[in-house]
């Protein structure tokens, strides 16, 4: 208890913490229910009106803007930033559980290319616990007390940490760009590392290099390898696995 109430109450994270625990449930929930109506199973059922599918993304939709301005207006503290944290989080969690859907305009829920939502959920909830757990964007919580108080310096590391985390994500690693804005190390090693072959760097640098070019499609080759299966399966059982043949209508679920 003393440590939440060190680390949690009086930094006034508590709605964070909501936050994150009400998104999470949220997308957990949401892909039960999903997956019962897919498998016709249970009272669940889809929701229209007019005709017209409604996706559970417009009530998200709803919910994150009402929760947002709530979370702005209520501050860190009492039971209104609490109330508005948690329908911030509800409404994240069903926004981006089709997160896909908004990317493709299309109904690719349950396709490969419904894993896309899947992916930012769990980027979300790792970046957000991150913050949670005390690390700030751009490499600020690595100054000491006097870096803090020295302006050049925490402009420079903010602008240099920001810098790998653009290098990477020119570099084609999106991902590790993301949290490399939360942990500078990480945006470091990405940036120095070889860019992926169809990253904008990869056409840009390595347009007149076949050497660089050759290791560059080796090692994406052999990475893939190693972490594209067992991401889908990660995905698959999170998310539920996709359909053999691509949804392509937007009423369809």
């Known amino acids: 208890m003393g440590w939440f109430e060190r680390n949690i109450m009086e930094p006034g994270k508590l709605p964070l913490l909501l936050a994150l625990i009400s998104f999470v449930l949220t997308f957990l929930i949401t892909r039960v229910i999903t997956r019962l109506i897919r498998a016709g199973k249970g009272p669940f059922g889809n929701v229209s009106s007019g005709g017209v599918h409604v996706h559970h993304v417009v009530p998200g939709v709803i919910l994150t803007i009402v929760g947002g301005f709530g979370a702005v207006a209520g501050g ?18 069903l926004v981006l559980d089709e997160f896909a859907l908004v990317l493709h305009l299309a109904d690719v829920y349950w396709t490969p290319d419904g894993r896309k939502s899947v992916e930012m959920v769990v980027l979300t909830a790792s970046l957000v616990g991150l913050l949670l757990l005390g690390f700030s964007p751009l490499g600020v919580n690595d100054l000491n007390e006097d870096q803090q108080q020295n302006r050049a310096v925490a402009l420079v590391t903010v602008l240099g940490n920001f810098l790998f985390a653009l290098i990477a994500l020119f570099k084609g690693k999106v991902r590790l760009a993301v949290l490399g804005a939360i942990i500078p190390l990480v945006a470091l090693v990405a940036a120095v590392r070889l860019a992926r072959p169809t990253s904008p760097w990869a056409r840009r ?11 560059s499609a080796l090692r994406s080759y052999h990475h893939d390898r190693r972490w594209v299966a ?10 539920g696995a996709p359909d053999p043949e691509p949804a392509r209508s937007l009423e369809r679920r």
């Open 205 to 215: 640098f390595y347009r007149n290099r076949p050497r660089a070019r050759a290791r």
């Open 76 to 93: 860190q503290y009492g039971f209104g930033s609490a109330l508005a944290a948690v329908i911030f989080g509800i409404g994240a969690g």
């Open 230 to 239: 067992p991401s889908r399966a990660f995905h698959d059982w999170l998310g």
